[in-house]
């Protein structure tokens, strides 16, 4: 019987609470013609990199832009991400404890859509800073060619991590994070927050939870197992 070998966890909505951030940041960044409401942000502009996030948020405020804009946007929004994530880096409930109690028997890793000095500040700040030094792999937006729902992202984590991908749990809230690690041959476990449960499933989530709090090492296992 195959035993789990890692968990790899999504980081926005599932680490940290960090969609109104990245919205304020992404906002700034655009400056007053971004227009479009933190709602429309979450239903259009999530679940993938930032580039696709502001290209959408530019077309949802009707505003024109070229590539040299988009590269001026990026620099503002990472200056603007990194001050406001230090005045209001607010973990996922649960989530801390979650990574820490599995990383003290199994490789943890980090697979996002952000970029990966988004990733520093906020890993830099969360918790006090609790999880900077946990994850055996990190790998973000900025690490490969086709980011996420592509597999690449977890390609990559779990083979820095050394471990097969049928191996390993990912933990992830995104219909487009879930492609992306079932893709790559993990198992998925989907976490509620903006998106329906039957989105989640039907994206190829095995199960769906509430809340990070019902997870722990031992439920991960067991889970495994079935």
Not at 138 to 144: A, E, K, N
Not at 182 to 200: F, M, P, Q, W
């Amino acid at each position: 019987m195959k035993k789990l070998g890692g968990v790899v966890f999504d980081m926005d909505g599932v680490v940290i609470d960090s969609e109104i951030t990245h919205y304020t940041a992404i906002c700034e960044a655009m400056g007053e013609g971004a227009t479009a409401s933190f709602d429309q942000f979450l239903e259009h502009c999530t679940g993938r990199d930032e580039v696709y996030a502001m290209t959408r948020m530019a077309e949802l405020s009707c505003m024109s832009f070229e590539d040299s804009d988009m590269a001026q946007w990026s620099v503002r929004k990472g200056k603007a991400y990194a001050r406001l994530v230090g005045e209001q880096a607010t973990p996922i409930a649960g989530s801390i404890e979650l990574v820490l109690s599995v990383a003290r028997e199994l490789q943890v890793g980090l697979a996002t859509g952000s970029r990966r000095h988004d990733v520093e500040a906020a890993l830099a700040v969360l918790g006090g800073g609790t999880l900077r030094n946990i994850f055996s792999a990190i790998v973000t937006s900025s690490d490969v060619d086709t980011p996420k729902p592509h597999p690449q992202t977890y390609e990559q984590a779990v083979s820095i991590m050394g471990l097969e991908p049928s191996l390993c749990w990912a933990i992830e809230d995104s219909p487009n994070g879930i492609r992306s690690a079932s893709a790559a041959g993990l198992r998925v476990i989907g976490v509620k927050g903006t998106n329906e449960e039957s989105l989640l499933l039907a994206a190829g989530a095995e199960r769906v939870v509430d809340d990070l709090r019902e997870l722990s090492l031992i439920t991960l296992k067991e889970w495994f197992r079935e």
